[in-house]
């Protein structure tokens, strides 16, 4: 509500003047306005306008004339017929107070006020009355206008008119002209041979907001080749009250192969066509001619050294055979038979070592002593540390240490040797074990360390020389 503005009534003092004929000017009483409106409230249709009477009573002594005001959210909607009225005293007259709600999202839906201010004139003092003091009164009534929802919407494909060889995305443009928030559907109707989907069909738009809503477009079958198939399709846009809009639109479906494409495969095969044509006649004997230019003189002198070492070859084997049988007819006796190979013995020896914390050295021999004339080449070993002791563990001969290994570090360990280790004859081959801690195994717990060596060789024997 807007708050009343009164303007109090000032009595001016009554001043008298001696004058010839012994007049005197009377005093003016303050002046008092009463105004009412009817109806006090209201219902608008947007677009349309509807009416009010605000009746404006003198209650002064004098005639004014009273200017009428507009004011508040909707008064920039109201027009007054008249926006001046003179009225007598204890009299009345009305106004005619028409609002026109504009049909647009500018305005929502809900209450208007609108305020009317009637202002009470006073004129200027006067030569013949130049002490009158007429004080202004103001008083403001109020009209409840309460506006009534439309709804307005627009739809829009963009574009209107898509083209692709698959499935294409277009967006709907949903429009809410109207001044109120609405809920809008989407069904999308399409053809056979195409299929419309929504993101969302279902829509909650504000007044005076648009909202975009991806369209997929799935042509059920391709077009491999030919013209371009048209396929109309619809989107109806059914708000919660008010008249469904529908949107259209059309898809162009080209085809996978364009018209231009079998031309240009043609062409194509023309082209390599005539390329092979061309090598084939001119290019390629060119080239054979060129090359065979080229390689003729390096060949023929090659041909000729192959000749002359051939040559030589066999007059060297002829010599070679006369001088055999010369010495076979020279001696009388037979050449002496070549000397025996060595022998070969393949041999895997496998060897479990146990040993105490703190004791002495375990020592255990590979296999007998290497024969006389003979050699033990050792070319695979394997280390296993089956309970994860902590151990030294020794591979030698006398007083060769071959390896030297912590047991620690492994649990399997193999080893390959590309050149053998060479024992030489009348040696024997041990392994000797030092225990330090005995390892934890799951599920037992043994009393002293355990180390098992594969030894992969072969004994190689030299014949007597």
């Known amino acids: 509500m807007l708050p009343d503005e009164r303007a109090t009534s000032v009595h001016a003092p009554v001043t008298r003047h001696t004058l010839p004929f012994c007049a005197s000017v009377p005093s003016v009483a303050g002046m008092a306005v009463a105004v009412s409106i009817e109806p006090a409230a209201l219902a608008a249709v947007p677009g349309e306008p509807v009416e009010a009477v605000v009746t404006v009573r003198n209650d002064s002594q004098i005639v004014e004339q009273y200017a009428l005001q507009a004011m508040g959210p909707g008064g920039e909607f109201t027009t007054l017929v008249p926006d001046h009225v003179s009225v007598y005293p204890e009299r009345t007259e009305t106004v005619t107070v028409r609002v026109t709600v504009p049909r647009s999202p500018a305005v929502p839906a809900g209450r208007l006020d609108v ?13 013949d009355e130049p002490l009158v003091d007429r004080t202004t009164v103001a008083e403001v009534v109020e009209l409840a206008v309460t506006v009534e929802p439309f709804t307005a919407v627009a739809a829009e494909l963009v574009p209107r008119v ?147 070492a051939e040559e030589a070859a066999a007059g060297a084997q002829q010599t070679a055979q006369e001088a055999k049988d010369a010495a076979q007819s020279g001696s009388g006796e037979p050449p002496p038979p070549p000397p025996p190979a060595s022998t070969t013995v393949d041999s895997a020896i496998a060897v479990t070592l146990t040993d105490q914390p703190g004791g002495a050295v375990a020592t255990r021999d590979i296999g007998p002593a290497v024969p006389d004339g003979a050699v033990f080449q050792i070319t695979d070993l394997v280390f296993n540390n089956p309970q994860g002791d902590v151990a030294t563990v020794q591979l030698a001969y006398d007083d060769t240490v071959l390896l030297n290994l912590s047991a620690e570090n492994y649990r399997d360990l193999d080893l390959h040797f590309v050149t053998p280790i060479q024992i030489p004859a009348g040696q024997t081959l041990e392994v000797r074990m030092n225990c330090v801690q005995v390892g934890k195994p799951v599920g037992r717990t043994p009393d002293r360390c355990l180390a098992t060596v594969l030894v992969t060789g072969a004994t190689v024997t030299q014949p007597a020389g």
């Open 115 to 127: 305020a009317i201010r009637v202002v009470p004139t006073s004129a200027a003092p006067t030569e």
């Open 162 to 308: 898509s083209r692709s060889r698959g499935r294409k995305r277009v967006r709907l443009a949903v429009d809410n002209n109207g001044n109120d928030a609405i809920a809008v559907s989407l069904l999308s109707a399409g053809t056979e041979r195409l299929s419309v989907v929504p993101r969302d069909p279902d829509l909650l738009i504000d007044a005076g907001h648009a909202q975009f809503v991806r369209v997929t477009l799935v042509p059920r079958r391709r077009i491999w080749r030919g013209q371009a198939a048209s396929h109309p399709y619809s989107i109806t846009v059914t708000p919660s009250s008010g008249e469904p809009v529908v949107a259209d639109g059309t898809h162009m479906q080209e085809p996978v192969f364009p018209p231009w494409f079998w031309k240009a495969l043609l062409a194509l095969a023309a082209l390599i066509a005539l390329l092979i044509l061309l090598w084939n006649l001119l290019l390629k004997p060119t080239v054979e001619q060129t090359a065979r230019d080229a390689v003729a003189e390096p060949l023929a002198s090659a041909q000729q050294q192959a000749a002359e």
